[in-house]
């Protein structure tokens, strides 16, 4: 591809930005970033405006951008848009030297153009950034690495559902550190489709990887991970509680939120079983008395 990109800048109502970026995808944009509570920016760049968002649509030509603002302006009124070229070989460069390889215990996570340095000793996880979460390095999915190496230690072929599998970084990690039967769900369907070709890419595809809720998968599991958003969290606490046999890590959550999260799976019959911080982020941990 040769030529200058255009990236289309959208401020919102955070409340928005999850329907603006489900229009995003459906319109096929080339690349999608997002700037928020979950996501906050990176050092130097700027952040959005107190119960907003920001979503960077990066399109291939100005007709495509174009015709997306306008489209989307008719939905969102209250959003405010800025088109502008962006060099793309700049742009490809910027994005790509954002993304880190992680060692966290026996494993590496790391993107394909990295995974040269993986050590020997590790077990290598290659995910290609695209459209969904979950490269390895953001803290809510290093923090749930972690806690799935340490499980997986001490539990040698113990059951896995992870709720929000976004790349299917979990469940792949999972798999290849012996877990038995692997299962990772997500409401949005371009994950799902990422993440089964994650699987595969990764050896793994007998990963069990679909959209159903996780009320609609047959049975319990050892450990259940789930790195979503705290509101959304809570909101599935009736349907996540249930499938708990031993240990529930939940992520996604930051520190001033724990107690409600937490509180909500109390109410399901878990039991807390410590947690763990990474800057504003925390892993809250639960377990089945
Ligand atoms: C923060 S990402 C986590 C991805 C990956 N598990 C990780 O740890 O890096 C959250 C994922 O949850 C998904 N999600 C959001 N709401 C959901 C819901 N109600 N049910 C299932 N998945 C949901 C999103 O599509 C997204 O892929």
Same mark, same amino acid.
């Given at each position: 591809?040769?030529?200058?990109?255009?990236?289309?800048?959208?401020?919102?109502?955070?409340?928005?930005?999850?329907?603006?970026?489900?229009?995003?995808?459906?319109? /096929?944009?080339?690349?999608?970033?997002?700037?928020?509570?979950?996501?906050?920016?990176?050092?130097?760049?700027?952040?959005?405006?107190? /119960?907003?968002?920001?979503?960077?649509?990066?399109?291939?030509?100005?007709?495509?951008?174009?015709?997306?603002?306008?489209?989307?302006?008719?939905?969102?009124?209250?959003?405010?848009?800025?088109?502008?070229?962006?060099?793309?070989?700049?742009?490809?460069?910027?994005?790509?030297?954002?993304?880190?390889?992680?060692?966290?215990?026996?494993?590496?996570?790391?993107?394909?153009?990295?995974?040269?340095?993986?050590?020997?000793?590790?077990?290598?996880?290659?995910?290609?950034?695209?459209?969904?979460? /979950?490269?390895?390095?953001?803290?809510?999915?290093?923090?749930?690495?972690?806690?799935?190496?340490?499980?997986?230690?001490?539990?040698?072929?113990?059951?896995?559902?992870?709720?929000?599998?976004?790349?299917?970084?979990?469940?792949?990690?999972?798999?290849?550190?012996?877990?038995?039967?692997?299962?990772?769900?997500?409401?949005?369907?371009?994950?799902?489709?990422?993440?089964?070709?994650?699987?595969?890419?990764?050896?793994?595809?007998?990963?069990?990887?679909?959209?159903?809720?996780?009320?609609?998968?047959?049975?319990?599991?050892?450990?259940?991970?789930?790195?979503?958003?705290?509101?959304?969290?809570?909101?599935?606490?009736?349907?996540?509680?249930?499938?708990?046999?031993?240990?529930?890590?939940?992520?996604?959550?930051?520190?001033?939120?724990?107690?409600?999260?937490?509180?909500?799976?109390?109410?399901? /019959?878990?039991?807390?079983?410590?947690?763990?911080?990474?800057?504003?982020?925390?892993?809250?941990?639960?377990?089945?008395?």
């Amino acid at each position: 591809m040769s030529g200058d990109w255009f990236s289309l800048t959208i401020d919102l109502p955070e409340g928005d930005a999850e329907a603006l970026e489900a229009q995003l995808h459906d319109r /096929g944009v080339a690349g999608l970033e997002v700037r928020d509570r979950e996501a906050p920016p990176m050092p130097g760049v700027r952040g959005p405006a107190p /119960g907003e968002a920001i979503v960077v649509a990066y399109f291939e030509d100005r007709a495509a951008a174009e015709e997306a603002q306008a489209e989307l302006a008719g939905s969102f009124p209250a959003a405010r848009f800025s088109l502008e070229p962006v060099a793309q070989q700049d742009w490809s460069q910027s994005w790509k030297s954002l993304i880190r390889a992680v060692e966290l215990g026996r494993l590496w996570v790391g993107p394909p153009w990295l995974a040269d340095w993986a050590p020997a000793d590790k077990e290598r996880i290659v995910i290609e950034p695209k459209m969904a979460f /979950g490269t390895g390095d953001h803290p809510t999915t290093s923090l749930c690495l972690e806690a799935v190496d340490e499980y997986l230690r001490a539990h040698p072929g113990a059951s896995v559902l992870d709720v929000g599998t976004g790349t299917g970084v979990l469940a792949i990690a999972a798999r290849r550190l012996g877990a038995g039967r692997c299962v990772g769900v997500d409401n949005d369907p371009v994950s799902v489709e990422l993440a089964k070709e994650n699987a595969v890419a990764n050896h793994t595809p007998e990963i069990e990887l679909s959209g159903k809720t996780p009320a609609e998968i047959e049975g319990t599991f050892d450990l259940v991970l789930a790195n979503i958003l705290a509101n959304t969290l809570v909101e599935l606490a009736p349907q996540i509680a249930p499938k708990v046999k031993h240990k529930l890590v939940l992520a996604g959550v930051l520190v001033h939120q724990k107690n409600q999260v937490e509180g909500a799976y109390i109410a399901h /019959g878990l039991v807390p079983d410590g947690t763990k911080t990474m800057g504003e982020w925390i892993r809250i941990d639960l377990r089945r008395p």
